[in-house]
């Protein structure tokens, strides 16, 4: 197997965030040959063009860590039937100015939790089509919408459920998978 840097983003800022153990989850039940690194983007400004000709440090840090990564996990949780304003925010940042898009031929893949019966189905729909514009290669089976009840995953990361343990495990090797024949179809540079 190839190994590959994944660069993740967990779209809730919440300490106690469910889709923060979720990527606990999600990490120790991937391949051995995926190495995860969590890209922050909590201090980020709001997104401006004004900022285009000037980009700030942590912006610089942060679209950096995105084109480090060989792939990027986005984790989200669903706010009023869409992505959470701060995870938009990032993505702006990462993809702008026009034509200096980290995203770009970037394998990605979306998953998310809620509480809600139907999770987190729509906010990753709409994630999907930010992303889609952003000419960033998406994973589009399997879906990962997660309903999570109380005490589906531990705060390190056991998942209580084995038939989740076992979509969740699956998930994660169809993305090394996914990563794999998106390289095959567009090399690294």
């Not at 889609?132 to 998406?138: M, V």
Request: proline fraction near 7%.
């Amino acid at each position: 197997m190839t190994s590959h840097k994944v660069g993740y983003l967990v779209g809730s800022l919440a300490k106690a965030s469910i889709n923060r153990k979720l990527t606990r989850a999600l990490i120790r039940l991937a391949p051995e040959d995926l190495e995860f690194e969590e890209i922050h983007f909590r201090d980020l400004p709001l997104y401006s063009y004004d900022y285009d000709s000037d980009y700030p440090a942590i912006a610089q840090t942060f679209k950096s860590a995105i084109m480090d990564s060989d792939a990027i996990l986005f984790v989200t949780p669903e706010y009023n039937r869409s992505i959470p304003g701060a995870l938009k925010n990032a993505i702006d940042w990462a993809s702008r100015p026009y034509g200096a898009n980290a995203f770009a031929r970037k394998p990605s893949a979306v998953i998310g939790a809620s509480p809600g019966s139907i999770s987190t189905a729509i906010a990753q729909q709409h994630l999907k089509g930010v992303l889609g514009f952003c000419n960033s290669p998406l994973m589009n089976a399997p879906e990962g919408y997660i309903h999570f009840t109380p005490g589906l995953i531990t705060d390190d990361g056991d998942v209580t459920v084995p038939s989740t343990e076992a979509f969740l495990r699956s998930f994660m090797s169809e993305f090394h998978d996914f990563i794999s024949r998106v390289y095959t179809a567009y090399p690294r540079s």
